[in-house]
């Protein structure tokens, strides 16, 4: 591997990359709403398709045009997962995909699949805004790090349990580099170190699902899970306990804040639908009228510059809502699922 | 009534669809495409092989080679100069075999590659164009070919068969055009970069199959999907090491192979089937390669397909002796027991690969064959069966089993990086139709356990209330005679040269409809039972062992039983062969009071084959003749060892 870098004793580059910062995952960073977000998208567009079968469809990254369009570009590639940027060049970025980490130095232009045969199917990827070096990989059985920008990488597994350690959802605390956490199947971990060694902050008896850090406060997380609900952190993911009011009865998929108002929260599942909080939590209001009957609540996300809500149902596209989820509309991807909404900022490239 | 010949037109039309019992990868996936009327294929229409030993080897090397050209010839020769798409990926393979056609070959090749494949079902025909055309395709043909390789990303999938497709294509490709630059592979790694990471994952997998077992083992359908990269190896690798190990595989697949068919059917537990096999036992690319290399069964229709990629390159490999007999005697009754082992479990489990314990035994007239029960895959495993011998096992279905219908997303989330939700919707669309119903007859479930000794099947469940579903299907062919319910709880039935006894251990009731199917009424019987704490105990026989039918039923009859379903299901029943089973769901079992040690399993252990666990080293014996594959030392050893007396089979 490459040379290690101990970023984590680095002092804070917060103060020069936080106009830049890259927001991963619905939820945008305010601080960088001034100059506008650029959004991009993770989609399938799946007409049963199985490996090997000749895409007929186009799946893979889609870029929001200025004209509001959503236009593809990249590799036609149908399990493309997640995406997350260099915020030092914009055109450096990776994404997590069925044959590993595929990234691009280029924007897009060439790719390398920078992970080997050992390291498959990460579901997350993360780059550590404040160590832009360092990439965190969310893979099926672990984590993995890189610290030479994709060079190479290594698994960081200290403090993860042999088995349990299935991972879904991987996102570094934007206020320090180093300090990451992990939706795992056993639960939540935190660490503190860039990987060096991770500790359970929270258990879970079946997947975490997602991982968000609030735009207004960084120490609010919200996690999404197969069985416990949805949990809320207010102390940097320290501590965890269920919102109450969000049943645990089925799979909870996807949770966002809206960047533009703070006390707005979008959470969704499978079963459920759509659920929206306009107090910050407390209590929430089912939003499902006006979408589709067969609901396959998949992604929700919210822009940050419009505090427009997006909601991706499984196999039918995405919707937008102006009202935050009281009337919709749909936007675009027909007959796909989107993964991932991402949203970079447009002054940072 | 139907002729047979007229029956079997109806059999070609309808089988001459892929979806009918292609693998779901499918066949389109690598540009294959079938003529309108498929037919006219001398070995799938015509006689039933003779399944007579040929004992001399350039006999049966010309048989082989005879084999192999039939499909060459069909292939070729369903090939349209006017209709280009006659002319697919494997219809160009054969044509440079044939060194026909090479200008049209170049100028379809060109046209294809515009609009290249993603994934490993169009990497290894792509693969073998490349090599079999290196000297016959046109400078432009394969600059196309190769710019293929550079401008799609290919996707790597998640299963193994994907990943040996996968890695076996990059490996070749990387070999064929090596100090390449990252720029021009569609990986971003060079040549070299591209051939490391190859090599090291097949020998991952190599190890893996001859230390904890195969993990896809005895699949009806992938079974190809390992059998051509391992032939595009053995062939085309440059690195000699490679090369044999490629050949070696191959030898282990087909010994494998050999000993769990009968008279060229494979059945038995596989890690792998689908909805056609699992009761058309015969209807499966696995025939395609018993008749390829045994010549004791029909290939099926279109030669499974993919068979045309393997008997393109097929002439490079000779079947040892050694497996050819193996396949071929069935005049020995013998129990072959073999350590697999399960798919990957990414969670929700304590190991990665789980040990599968999988007990062959095989008669003249029939076989049976199962695992311990539990999932080694979740949605195409089949756990036991009985199957017994057909003259002609076209259109039969020659086999009896239950199963417990489980659809579950937390068995799914096992083996798949997938979000609960959607997998159970999304598989009944990709090419496994029954996944979610209750009337299937594939899969295996955490709720089954199965103790098999000789011919005895005794399989337990213990469902918890509210799991989807909450019943068990037992299966009876519309194939069976004389099916009897008889007052004493037993059901019989006769199946070819096998009389059958099947005890539901729990009420039931019949159902005639498969709602997943194309064809819903088949003529097959489904035993529903509708009870969550339940049983099936099957008990084979050959006809010749009895005076008749009624006999046997008063054998059966006169068995000691005795079982309960509460609170756990449990069962003592003496078998026909005055073995004492006890069984427990849940526990150990017992064979005349010596409970049965799984931790003691081999790898292999036989008559034919034998291993250690974690050895990489099988020895493979029929009468004098021996073959041992040395992993560890990359060696193949044949050896005619001393005969013993009285010794006319070695099988015991």
Not at chain 2, 284 to 293: C, D, E, R, V
Not at chain 2, 456 to 480: C, W
Request: hydrophobic letters at 35%; one cysteine or more.
């Amino acid at each position: 591997m490459g040379k290690v870098r101990p970023f984590w004793a680095i002092p804070t580059l917060a103060a020069a990359f936080v106009a830049a910062l890259v927001s991963t995952g619905p939820g945008a960073y305010a601080a960088s709403a001034a100059t506008g977000h650029d959004m991009y998208l993770c989609a399938g567009v799946n007409r049963d398709y199985i490996v090997g079968a000749k895409l007929v469809t186009l799946s893979g990254l889609y870029r929001r045009t200025a004209k509001g369009e959503y236009e593809h570009f990249g590799p036609n590639y149908p399990q493309i997962f997640a995406i997350s940027f260099d915020p030092r060049n914009h055109k450096v970025f990776y994404t997590a995909t069925i044959n590993g980490c595929v990234q691009t130095s280029d924007g897009g232009e060439s790719w390398r699949i920078s992970t080997s045969w050992d390291m498959t199917e990460p579901k997350d990827v993360c780059v550590d805004g404040n160590a832009p070096d360092n990439v965190y990989l969310a893979l099926p059985d672990g984590i993995a790090v890189s610290n030479d920008r994709g060079g190479t990488w290594v698994r960081r597994e200290k403090g993860l349990p042999a088995r349990g350690k299935y991972t879904q959802s991987i996102k570094v605390d934007r206020t320090r580099a180093g300090r990451v956490l992990a939706g795992c199947e056993s639960g939540i971990y935190l660490t503190e170190n860039g990987a060096e060694s991770w500790r359970k902050v929270q258990a879970a008896t079946a997947t975490v699902t997602q991982l968000q850090q609030s735009p207004h406060d960084p120490k609010l997380w919200l996690a999404t899970t197969q069985n416990e609900g949805v949990l809320i952190s207010r102390d940097g993911g320290r501590n965890w306990k269920r919102i109450g009011g969000l049943s645990t009865e089925h799979a909870w998929y996807s949770v966002a804040f809206d960047p533009t108002h703070e006390s707005r929260w979008v959470v969704c599942g499978w079963k459920y639908g759509i659920l929206t909080s306009e107090d910050a939590g407390r209590t929430w209001t089912v939003r499902n009228q006006g979408l589709p009957d067969y609901h396959g609540a998949f992604r929700v996300s919210v822009d940050p510059d419009s505090g427009r809500l997006y909601f991706n149902i499984w196999r039918r596209g995405f919707y937008a809502s102006d009202d935050f989820g009281r009337s919709w509309h749909f936007e675009g991807i027909e007959g796909g699922t989107v993964y991932n909404f991402t949203y970079i900022s447009k002054g940072a490239k | 009534m139907k002729t047979m010949e007229s029956r079997k037109l109806m059999m070609t039309a309808r089988r001459a669809s892929p979806a009918t019992f292609l693998s779901a990868a499918a066949l389109g996936l690598a540009g294959i495409v079938f003529p309108s009327v498929a037919g006219a294929q001398p070995s799938y229409t015509g006689p039933v092989p003779s399944r007579a030993v040929i004992e001399r080897a350039d006999y049966r090397r010309e048989a082989y080679v005879k084999r192999i050209d039939e499909v060459l010839n069909w292939r070729s020769g369903r090939v349209d100069r006017n209709n280009p798409a006659t002319l697919d990926m494997a219809a160009i393979c054969v044509k440079l075999v044939q060194g026909e056609d090479l200008d049209l070959c170049s100028a379809r090749v060109i046209e294809l590659m515009k609009d290249p494949g993603t994934g490993p079902f169009w990497m290894f025909p792509a693969v073998a164009v490349a090599y079999l055309g290196k000297d016959k395709l046109s400078p432009e043909a394969r600059a196309s070919l190769r710019a293929a390789w550079s401008k799609v990303l290919q996707m790597r999938g998640d299963t193994e068969n994907h990943w040996a497709m996968y890695y076996t294509s990059l490996y070749l490709m990387s070999e064929l055009y090596p100090n390449e630059a990252g720029t021009t592979w569609y990986s971003g790694k060079s040549s070299e970069e591209n051939l490391t990471e190859s090599k090291g994952y097949l020998i991952h997998w190599m190890d893996l199959a001859t230390t904890l077992g195969q993990g896809e083992f005895n699949p009806t359908h992938y079974i190809g999907e390992y059998m051509i990269p391992m032939l595009f190896l053995a062939t085309w690798a440059k690195d000699p090491k490679m090369r044999i190990r490629g050949h070696m595989m191959i030898d282990w697949l087909m010994a494998d192979h050999a000993a769990s068919t009968l008279n060229g059917v494979l059945r038995g537990a596989n890690a792998r089937t689908d909805d056609t096999s699992v009761t058309e036992r015969w209807n499966a690319l696995a025939s395609f390669f018993s008749w390829m290399m045994f010549g004791n069964t029909p290939p099926p229709a279109n030669y499974g397909g993919w068979g045309i990629y393997f008997a393109a390159v097929a002439k490079n490999y000779t079947l040892p002796e050694v497996i050819y007999r193996i396949a071929m005697d069935r005049d020995h009754d013998y129990t072959q027991r073999d350590l697999k082992r399960s798919r990957r479990r990414w969670r929700y489990s304590d190991v990665d690969y789980a040990p599968v314990y999988k007990t062959n035994y095989m008669r003249h007239d029939y076989a049976v064959g199962s695992y311990e029960g539990g999932i080694t895959d979740p949605i195409q495993a089949h756990v036991w069966d009985v199957t017994w011998d057909v003259p002609d096992p076209r259109g039969v279905n020659n086999t009896m089993f239950s199963l417990h219908p489980i659809s579950s997303a937390q068995d799914m989330q096992m083996y798949f990086a997938e979000v609960p939700d959607w997998m159970q919707l999304g598989v009944t669309r990709e090419g496994k139709p029954s996944y979610d119903s209750a009337d299937k007859m594939l899969g295996s479930s955490r709720f089954e356990r199965v103790l098999q000794d000789k011919d005895t099947v005794i399989a337990l469940y213990d469902i918890p209330p509210g799991t989807r579903f909450e019943h068990i299907n037992g299966y009876f062919s519309k194939d069976l005679k004389n099916l009897t319910e008889d007052p004493s709880g037993w059901i019989f039935a006769q199946g070819g040269n096998t009389y059958l006894a099947y005890r539901p251990l729990a009420p039931y009731t019949w159902g005639t409809t498969w709602s997943w199917a194309k064809d819903k009424d088949k003529g097959d019987r489904r035993l529903i039972s509708p009870h969550l704490k339940n049983g099936t105990i099957v008990q084979a026989a050959s006809a010749n062992e009895f005076k008749n039918f009624a006999d046997f039923q008063a054998a059966i009859r006169a068995l000691p039983l005795s079982f309960n379903l509460e609170p756990t299901p449990t069962v003592t029943f003496k078998s026909l062969r005055g073995n004492l089973l006890r069984f427990t769901y849940g526990e150990s079992p017992s064979i005349n009071g010596k409970r049965v040690d799984y931790s003691k399993w081999k790898l292999f252990e036989g008559p034919y084959l034998n291993a250690e666990k974690g050895s990489r080293r099988l020895v493979i014996t029929h009468g004098e003749l021996e073959r041992i594959l040395d992993f560890n030392t990359l060696s193949i050893v044949d050896r005619v060892l001393p005969e013993k007396a009285g010794d006319a089979g070695s099988s015991r």
